[in-house]
Every structure is written in C-alpha cells, then in structure tokens.
C-alpha cells in the first residue's frame, strides 16, 4: 500500500471535513466571550492581584491566596460558597468528600443518571469492600435507569421520591455510558421536581467535563452542591492537579470537613504557591473548552460520514466535551489508541495497551501524552478494553493538534484494514 497516498486522502478528507465546520467552529469561538466575561467579571469583584499568587505555608491558615481563589471560583460558578484544593487528587475524591459530608447513616443516596461513572462504584460501595465506603457506613443507594431516548425517568424519580432521600445525585457528562451529557436546563428541571418533594433534599451533580460548555452551571439552576477535577475543563490544561467544591456555604463546609477534619473543614491547607496557576487556568479555561468541543465536532463528523456509530451523533447538542466512537474491534481500538499517542506532545514513543487502573473494573487502554498526567482537558483519549470497544475522545488545547491527530488515526486504520481507502476520483 502507498503510505504517501494513503496520507494524502486522509489529510485531504480531514481538513476537507474541518472547512465544512469552520461556521460552527466560529459560533463555538464566538461563545467564549460571554464566559470569559464572567470569569474578567469575578476577577475585578474580588480585586485579584499578584499578591493574591502566594501561598502560607503549613496548616495555611489565613491564606490570601486561597481565600480568593474560592470566591473568583464561587462567582463564576454561580455559587455561595467554592472551595478550590490541590488537596483533591481528583474529581473522585472531592466527589466522594461531598458524598461523606453531606450523606449520614441511614440516609439514602439516589442516583438519576444511571450507574454512576466506574471510580466511583467502590466509593458507594457496588463492588470491592473492607475500604469504608457508603454502604459499609450504612447509607443506602439505589440508582434509576435513564428512559429509552437517554432521559430522566419522571414517572420513576416521582415514585422513588415518596421515599426520604439525603442526596439525589446527578452526573452530568456521559462518562464511559454511551448517552448524551445532560444539559443545563434537564438539570435544572431535575434539581425543581426534587426540591417540590423534598426541598431538604440535596441535589449533587458530579460536573467534570460539563464546566464552560454552556453559559450557565448547575448551581446557577438549582443545585445544591457540585463537584469536579482541575485537570479537566476548569484548569485551562495548566492547571497541575486539585478539584473544587461548589453550592451552598453549609454544604461545602461539610465536604471540606471530610477533605481535612472537623473543625477545621474549609480554613485549612496551603494551595503551594501555585495559586497563579489555578487563576490563569480559569482564565484560559473558556478558549480551552471551545478548542475542546471544535475538536469533538471534528471527531465526531469524520469517524460518523466514515459510517462508525458515534455519540453525540454530529450536528446534536453538547453539553460536554466527550466524543464517543463505536470501533468494535479490540485492534481497531489499538490502532487509533497508537495513533493518538504519536501524535503527542510527551511520550509520543509509547504504546498504549489495555491495563489495569486504580478505581476501574475493566482494564482500560488510554491515550494521552500530556503535560499534567491524566489530564482530559488537553488531548487524550481512553477506553474501557471491553465489547463493543468504544473510545471517548476528550480535550485539546488547539484544533490543529486535533487534526494531526485525526490524520495519522484515519491513515493507520486503513493501513491496518479497517478502512478502505476510497478510490481516485469518487
């Protein structure tokens, strides 16, 4: 096979494809300026400056730094209250401190999105056992299937609600799940029906990869108390590790108790002095997210016309910036796991393969050659090793890097078989 000839027809189709989209791209660009209004808006409101860049040191009690970084943090999210630590090694974990903060025994958790993305299985407590989790602190969990077209089951959340809950939960990406990310206003409605039953009912979304995709978050529609990773939208790809907590004061206080202790819950713990990191990224994070979902939109608009099921299907509403792709082959999923790892920044050398991770069931094969390791706000790619052999696209701080990857991706899938090269002239 002509190696030439294959790169050809796929740089050609790749950026014949990225001219098809270029107005869509230019009303995803145009959407930054409303969200980096906001985080310029929390910026002069809370005086940012470069004192504002030091950290104390030890317990940190006092620091400046800290202190500003949760208010920028809470207005841009809409919140009462945010708190921002480097403390966090995840989303995870800031997840499963709201979840022990908030949630008492006896209490119950009721998930409305389904089962809840896999690193969070032995937080609640569905597999693994012996490590404290949930169920092992007697706080029941049951969870409602979405409805067949991927939405809430209201006819299901009505019944479940004549029950007492202590959290209704609510994932607002897709996760490994082949469904669309919720968007804002079903989170919305969701977070309404809740409280018309309940109003003491916390409603918790899980908020990684949704932050910036629209112009409102969770918390400005109803949510009592979200949670998410800095590796991920809200660090704009510089942002070396952490999560953050947002909602009501008392709520977060709670799950800053779980992340240092009681009593002293949210005053604690120094940011590093990388605090200049954590403002910068927030402001990089809006661009950053609209390189993400342009380079999505690419994804999904080649590997779909190319005739794999894709999800979102091209053209749909986002709500985050996850693109999965149907490969069902295990060595196609390889390939284009290889491919995306050498077209990487760092460790272009490395091949991916399927492995076991901490916190996952299925070993898992994963892409990204990433400045700040694990980060899914720059480029990478995962996937559960496991039928039908979906791959979730994420991140990428330019579409360029996108399209050189799509190239080199497309180019070892038909040299591997599993693309037939279209003939000259068609």
């Given amino acids: 096979m002509d190696t030439d000839l294959v790169h050809d027809w796929a740089e050609d ?26 985080v310029l808006d929390a910026f002069a409101a809370e005086r940012v400056s470069t004192h504002h860049f030091a950290s104390a040191s030890g317990y940190g009690h006092g620091d400046k730094g800290r202190e500003v970084l949760d208010k920028v943090f809470a207005r841009v999210l809409g919140a009462e209250k945010a708190a921002v630590r480097l403390q966090f090694v995840s989303g995870t974990h800031a997840i499963a401190s709201a979840l022990f903060g908030v949630l008492r025994p006896g209490e119950s958790m009721l998930s409305v999105t389904g089962r809840p993305y896999e690193t969070l299985e032995e937080v609640i407590g569905l597999r693994g056992s012996g490590h404290g989790s949930l169920t092992e602190f007697g706080i029941n969990y049951e969870e409602l299937s979405l409805a067949h077209e ?31 990310a919720l968007s804002i206003d079903l989170i919305g409605e969701i977070c309404k029906r809740v409280h018309r039953k309940q109003p003491e009912t916390v409603c918790f979304v899980d908020n990684c990869y949704g932050e910036f995709v629209e112009d ?54 120094t940011c590093f002095d990388l605090n200049r990191l954590v403002l910068q990224g927030l402001f990089l994070a809006p661009q950053m997210v609209a390189e993400a979902l342009i380079g999505a939109d690419l994804v999904a608009c080649v590997f779909e016309e190319l005739g794999f099921s894709v999800n979102p299907s091209f053209g749909e509403t ?109």
Avoid at 13 to 38: G, H
């Fill in 216 to 269: 409102r978050e969770p918390t400005e529609v109803g949510a009592d108390l979200i949670a998410g990773s800095l590796i991920k939208n809200l660090g704009g790809t510089i942002v070396p590790t952490g999560g953050y907590l947002a909602g009501r004061l008392e709520l977060v206080e709670k799950a800053c108790c779980r992340l240092t202790a009681p009593g002293i819950g949210s005053d604690g713990g």
């Fill in 318 to 426: 986002r709500s985050d910036i996850i693109q999965g792709v149907c490969l069902k082959s295990p060595e196609a999923l390889k390939v284009v796991c290889r491919s995306f790892q050498a077209c990487s920044p760092i460790g272009a050398y490395l091949e991916p393969i399927p492995a076991s991770m901490p916190g996952y069931e299925a070993d898992l094969v994963m892409a990204g050659g990433t400045f700040i390791d694990g980060s899914t706000s720059e480029f990478s790619a995962d996937a559960p090793f496991r039928p039908p052999y979906n791959i979730f696209v994420q991140g990428g701080t330019h579409r360029a890097h996108i399209k050189i990857a799509l190239i080199r991706a497309l180019s070892d899938l038909v040299k591997a078989g599993f693309l037939d090269l279209p003939q000259t002239g068609e």
């Fill in 150 to 180: 991927g939405t809430i089951d209201w006819t299901g959340l009505e019944k479940a609600l004549e029950r007492p809950r202590g959290i209704v939960f609510i994932q607002r990406s897709c996760g490994y799940s082949w469904r669309n």
């Fill in 13 to 38: 189709y790749v950026l014949s494809v990225s001219d098809r989209l270029q107005t869509l791209a230019e009303i995803r660009t145009k959407a930054v300026m409303n969200r980096l209004e906001k």
